[in-house]
């Protein structure tokens, strides 16, 4: 049987809980709910937000300032993480010649219909015949190049450059870069054309040293997600089938969202001497010998700002963690009169200096006073939209009373606290550490009350299967099976009922024996399958 559904289906974080009896809708900012239309819902939360929108160029996005912002402090806040474990940020070109994905047949096999490629460099004006000028491309290439869908192999020629012996060793680096894969069905940051990215590559000595940092960055990626996404995600190992092309091994972060579905959040790979022996990256050994490098690839995406809107958000909005919010705390005048109009924003800027010489979580707290002269009523609204963590209302009466008034996020929209405002400044960072604290709190408790275990395929195949296929309800979640399957049983289940393993995931309490619920063999592991984005 499955749980209870935590609170969640709601038009607020903490009012509105779902049951089975039927009542009244609440209004909500948002329309559809969660609930009616997941994948609508998203994207008008997105809309709603004003983090981004959809550009001229099919597939591709336009990352609006609050969006951006937010993708702003994630990469600052993994860049010290990456740097705090040893590594350097470098550059590599956009474009890769076509010859350097044809030395790595298995790794081109598995982009070669996202790819994107430039044959001509040049432009000539013609004239039509009714007049108009034309633009036609000419001067073709000698050799093709490919927008880079990945890095590996541009990379891998530049580190065959620098590496002659094994004192060279290791190369640890990061790019921050844009790449594109000419998807078919795009969706706001989950998946598009064009996206941004992260792509670590490193090049070592030995086998061990290069599954030690394979791990080690997955371990990054663990921490980053819970600590600054709030994200409760799952570690483990990809199937063959799933696997990164071109690697050995690819371990991975899943994450579950409202609508119970997967996403891969992050990923870590091996690659083994693959790679090195297709690009030459060669070194003296201690021996005198010549050997080739052991590398290894990682990578996150704006796919995480996805992952969060997903995860955190309600029907009236946005919900940030306060880690990765573009503003922490919205600080709102109130002037209902001209005369004191003055001393209210002054009180609101000065409140702001204040916040802003805090910290929190190692940064100085983001703050921000909307001056903008709109009715109070829109400012708030907009502001809840965009899931600011912490709204201050300042007005006449409060500086009067020496006070604020405070309304969180994840609290009701009615929910206003009247605070003195030397006891708000006091606790900020602690507020902003309890609502991230319970966000990640609520989305752990709504992954494991989905999680369920399953040991046969007609309990399988319910679970994953909507009662009404014309308008399909959320359902399924995460299935935790026994498996001794195949790649090929894998894809049959993918057709079947557009089920992945998601990971093996790592752990003692997952490598147990057991009868596998497909083929009835004895297995010793338990994996993760789950519909994903």
């Known amino acids: 049987m499955r749980p209870p559904a935590p609170e969640l289906f709601r038009g607020s974080y903490s009012s509105n809980v779902m049951s089975n009896a039927p009542a009244a809708k609440p209004q909500t900012a948002i329309t559809p709910t969660r609930q009616d239309e997941f994948p609508e819902w998203y994207q008008q939360v997105i809309k709603a937000s004003d983090m981004a929108e959809n550009s001229e160029v099919r597939g591709c996005m336009v990352i609006k300032p609050w969006g951006y912002g937010i993708w702003e402090n994630i990469q600052r806040q993994l860049d010290k993480m990456f740097k705090d474990t040893g590594h350097s940020n470098a550059y590599f070109p956009l474009l890769i010649p076509l010859s350097y994905l044809a030395k790595e047949a298995a790794h081109v096999e598995g982009f070669a219909k996202e790819c994107a490629v430039v044959t001509h460099h040049r432009l000539e004006a013609v004239k039509q015949e009714d007049g108009s000028m034309k633009m036609i491309p000419t001067g073709e290439l000698a050799e093709p190049y490919v927008i880079r869908p990945t890095s590996e192999t541009i990379i891998g020629a530049a580190f065959a450059r620098w590496v002659e012996s094994y004192r060279d060793l290791p190369l640890l680096i990061n790019q921050w870069a844009n790449v594109m894969r000419w998807e078919m069905r795009p969706r706001i940051f989950l998946r598009t054309a064009e996206f941004l990215w992260q792509e670590g590559h490193t090049a070592h000595e030995t086998k061990e040293e290069a599954l030690a940092e394979t791990a080690q960055m997955l371990t990054v990626y663990e921490t980053f997600a819970r600590d600054h996404l709030a994200l409760p995600v799952i570690t483990g190992e990809k199937s063959e089938r799933e696997r990164f092309p071109g690697a050995e091994s690819t371990l991975c972060i899943e994450a579950m969202v409202q609508d119970r579905k997967a996403i891969q959040a992050g990923t870590s790979h091996f690659l083994g001497q693959n790679f090195s022996t297709a690009s030459g990256i060669q070194f003296t050994g201690r021996s005198g010998a010549r050997e080739h490098a052991w590398t290894t690839s990682w990578g996150v995406s704006t796919r995480l700002i996805g992952t969060l809107i997903m995860a955190h958000s309600d029907d009236d909005g946005l919900v940030l963690p306060p880690r990765v919010a573009t503003q922490q705390i919205m600080i709102l005048p109130v002037t209902p009169k001209e005369d004191s109009k003055q001393a209210v924003l002054d009180a609101c800027d000065a409140l702001a200096r204040e916040l802003r010489a805090l910290t929190y979580a190692g940064e100085p707290i983001r703050a921000h006073v909307d001056r903008r002269d709109l009715p109070g009523g829109t400012?708030?609204?907009?502001?809840?939209?965009?899931?600011?963590?912490i709204r201050i209302e300042i007005g006449p009466r409060d500086l009067e009373k020496g006070s604020v008034a405070v309304s969180r996020r994840d609290k009701g929209l009615k929910e206003k606290e009247f605070i003195a405002t030397a006891d708000f400044v006091s606790k900020a960072a602690a507020t902003l550490e309890e609502i991230q604290a319970g966000l990640l709190e609520r989305a752990t408790v709504f992954r494991d009350a989905n999680m369920i275990r399953i040991t046969d395929k007609a309990q399988f195949e319910a679970f994953f299967t909507p009662k009404n296929p014309d308008k399909p309800?959320?359902?399924?979640?995460?299935?935790?099976?026994?498996?001794?399957?195949?790649?090929?049983?894998?894809?049959?289940l993918q057709k079947q009922l557009g089920v992945t393993i998601r990971c093996l995931p790592f752990g003692d309490e997952w490598k147990q024996p057991g009868t596998c619920f497909l083929t009835g063999q004895p297995s010793t592991q338990r994996v993760i399958f789950a519909k994903a984005y």
């Open 379 to 389: 400012r708030n609204w907009e502001w809840i939209k965009k899931g600011v963590p």
């Open 473 to 492: 309800e959320i359902h399924g979640g995460f299935a935790v099976v026994d498996w001794a399957g195949s790649s090929d049983d894998e894809d049959e």
